[in-house]
């Protein structure tokens, strides 16, 4: 069964940095492309980045050049490494791969970012 566990969400302050990390479970990891999704409360959850199995990355146009995104495949790991972060990045976080058919989903870590 494959199971995806975020972590590493915090409060932040505005300009500064956090790293997310998704553990994986259950999944040749290294042949999935891996997302990370975020969502405010009201609104549809929104892909924020994305990495194929290859290591090529795509970002939202309101991450770009702020939030890395990247992968272990020896430990099933996927980052999230966020920098100057500011008010609107504020939201649970979730990382997805589609496998075998299916779409799965973590639990999501929340980031808020506050004064």
């Known amino acids: 069964q494959v199971h995806l566990v975020e972590s590493g969400g915090a409060l932040a302050q505005p300009g500064g940095s956090l790293r997310l990390s998704c553990a994986a479970s259950?999944?040749?990891?290294?042949?999935?492309?891996m997302k990370w999704f975020r969502q405010v409360p009201g609104k549809a959850r929104e892909m924020v980045a994305t990495?194929?199995?290859?290591?090529?990355?795509n970002y939202t146009d309101a991450v770009r050049g702020r939030f890395t995104v990247s992968r272990n495949n020896v430990r099933n790991t996927l980052f999230l490494q966020m920098n100057d972060l500011k008010p609107e990045d504020t939201a649970v976080y979730y990382c997805?791969?589609?496998?075998?058919?299916?779409?799965?989903w973590g639990r999501g870590t929340q980031v808020t970012v506050s004064q």
């Open positions: 259950g999944i040749n990891y290294r042949l999935y492309a």
């Open positions: 997805n791969t589609n496998a075998y058919g299916r779409t799965f």
């Open positions: 990495i194929t199995s290859d290591g090529i990355t």
